[in-house]
């Protein structure tokens, strides 16, 4: 009986033993001042906006540090399935990049991100960010996630001086203008198109859909208005499959600033790519707009701008959420949002920026964005239009066709898993 009493009170005694450190207030440790900021802006032309606002982060809030977690790997090829892994085993970063739109809405449905209504009320963004933005980030009447800017998807880079060198007198208005001057540029030796890893070529057949069917086309594939099986919908993808043929698929970048080098090395003539471009062009590669490097839309899409917009989220059940709100301010703010644009090759989300920090390419870009005339559609890559299962199956499907290039087959999937992932 004894034994069983000494039993008994050993064991009340060592879970007193273990309870004690717990009631009691825990020392704080230099990890209690950190804020993990997760995003795949590694890199040149990628991390220098973002190094930016955290240094002035920093410096508004004495003490507390960034822990900048970006994975590299461009438009998150790498990062976004590291982040899913770790929300899945609850151990989210303070902050995460996420794009506005579909990919985010997935996020608010599974309940991985809060609320941020109240911060919105609080900083007064709903009055200096577009509506139209608001949209792509209010589910339900709350609002998501932090936009930092707005890229541009549907751009053609080249050289002027590659463009002078083989007698091209401006970039192709059209598709059918492409195929008819890759002819030229194959001739001479050179290829017509380059290209990345396979995520840069979703972003080329996102602009060669937007070329060839027109914004309201475009748009009409992704909200089930349009069949992908419809004779226009499977000419265009004929279209890309020959625009394809014209490109180094079989030799492609490892990412997308070497698909920039070779461009300005002149052994490539175009690439398809966002306006990031213009940050490593410029600013790492020190190139200068218009002289040595230039953009146009891409063929067919002139006026319309593929937009997409970089935004920071508040993560449920986060360590530190008081912090993860600072970090969310200096994000929304003005100051914040022109130190990281001009850096970023992007334009700011807020519609208050100061236009004389926005030199070069920036000033025709946010002169474009302003314009009333000019048509807004949202990217299928970057997570505007799709959200994300429908975007894996389009992955999968895209890497079986730019093998076996059956238009009809690629078409079929990709309208059969549209309805699969509704
Ligand atoms: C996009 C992202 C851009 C840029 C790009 C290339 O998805 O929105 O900010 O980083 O990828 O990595």
């Not at 949202?378 to 059956?406: K, M, P, R, Y």
Request: aromatic share 10%; hydrophobic share 40%; glycine share 10%.
């Amino acid at each position: 009986m004894w034994q069983g009493r000494i039993g008994t009170l050993a064991l009340i005694l060592v879970a007193a033993l273990l309870t004690v450190p717990l009631s009691m207030p825990r020392a704080s440790s230099a990890r209690d001042n950190q804020v993990e900021v997760y995003s795949w802006w590694t890199g040149p032309g990628e991390e220098e906006g973002l190094r930016a606002m955290i240094k002035d982060f920093e410096t508004k809030n004495p003490g507390v540090h960034v822990v900048n977690a970006a994975v590299s790997g461009g438009a998150g090829s790498n990062a976004k399935a590291i982040l899913a892994s770790r929300l899945l085993a609850n151990d989210p970063p303070e902050s995460y990049q996420r794009h506005a739109g579909f990919e985010l809405a997935d996020d608010v449905r599974s309940g991985k991100v809060e609320d941020l209504s109240s911060l919105y009320a609080e900083q007064g963004w709903a009055k200096v960010i577009p509506q139209g933005l608001l949209d792509k980030i209010t589910i339900n009447g709350s609002i998501y996630a932090v936009p930092v800017n707005i890229h541009r998807a549907n751009l053609m880079w080249y050289s002027p001086g590659t463009l002078r060198s083989l007698g091209i007198a401006a970039p192709p208005r059209s598709w059918h203008e492409f195929l008819q001057q890759a002819v030229a540029i194959r001739a001479a030796g050179r290829t017509p198109l380059t290209l990345g890893p396979q995520w840069t070529q979703k972003h080329l057949l996102e602009t060669v859909l937007l070329g060839e069917l027109g914004p309201d086309g475009y748009e009409g594939l992704w909200d089930g208005r349009i069949r992908w099986t419809s004779p226009l919908v499977l000419q265009a993808l004929n279209t890309f499959k020959q625009v394809l043929a014209q490109s180094d698929i079989a030799s492609s970048a490892a990412d997308w600033q070497p698909q920039m080098d070779r461009v300005t090395a002149g052994t490539a003539v175009y690439a398809v790519m966002g306006d990031w471009s213009y940050s490593y062009l410029s600013l790492t590669k020190k190139l200068r707009w218009e002289l040595d490097f230039n953009a146009a839309a891409t063929p067919g899409s002139d006026g319309v701008y593929d937009f997409l917009s970089d935004s920071f989220t508040l993560p449920t059940g986060t360590r530190r959420p008081d912090l993860a709100r600072q970090w969310l301010i200096e994000c929304g703010s003005q100051a914040g949002q022109d130190l990281f644009n001009p850096r970023k090759g992007s334009i700011p989300a807020r519609f208050d920026a100061d236009p004389a920090l926005y030199g070069g390419y920036l000033g025709w870009a946010l002169q474009q964005w302003r314009d009333p005339r000019t048509r807004i559609v949202g990217s299928l890559t970057h997570g505007v239009v799709a959200d994300n299962a429908w975007n894996a199956e389009i992955d999968t499907a895209l890497g079986l066709f730019v093998q076996d290039g059956d238009v009809g087959k690629f078409a079929r999937t990709v309208a059969a898993k549209y309805q699969e992932t509704r």
